[in-house]
């Protein structure tokens, strides 16, 4: 198994996107993706774009969420990100893409659960 940390992002997630699509036991993981939820248009059709290349059953909800005073409590960009992931299916149709609940649970933690048996 192989899990690309950050999916190739900022730069680098297509060719991340193209490993992957290459090698069935290979999945993108979205830590440092926290950053596009500013901008849910963009954000959404790039998670489609990977869901339509290698299928939610190979992404993964990540962060490299960090502790102390500056990432803490009202301040943690965490529940945010959760949240979104949350909300995807309804807030996806917004944007002309569709993603079912089971899509987003595999993203949120099915697949982490699965692959790495958490």
């Not at 090698?23 to 500013?38: A, G, M, Q, R, T």
């Not at 963009?42 to 502790?67: Q, S």
């Not at 089971?102 to 699965?114: C, F, Q, S, V």
């Amino acid at each position: 198994v192989i899990i690309l940390a950050h999916a190739g992002y900022p730069i680098w997630w297509q060719d991340a996107l193209e490993i992957v699509r290459g090698h069935p036991n290979s999945y993108l993981e979205l830590s440092d993706w926290e950053h596009e939820i500013k901008d849910p248009a963009t954000f959404i059709a790039k998670l489609a774009k990977m869901r339509d290349t290698v299928g939610a059953d190979h992404i993964m909800f990540a962060t490299d969420h960090v502790t102390g005073s500056r990432f803490c409590g009202e301040k943690s960009f965490l529940p945010a990100y959760v949240k979104f992931f949350q909300t995807l299916p309804d807030e996806a149709t917004q944007y002309g893409h569709r993603f079912t609940k089971k899509e987003a649970d595999l993203i949120l933690g099915g697949n982490a659960k699965r692959v790495i048996k958490l």
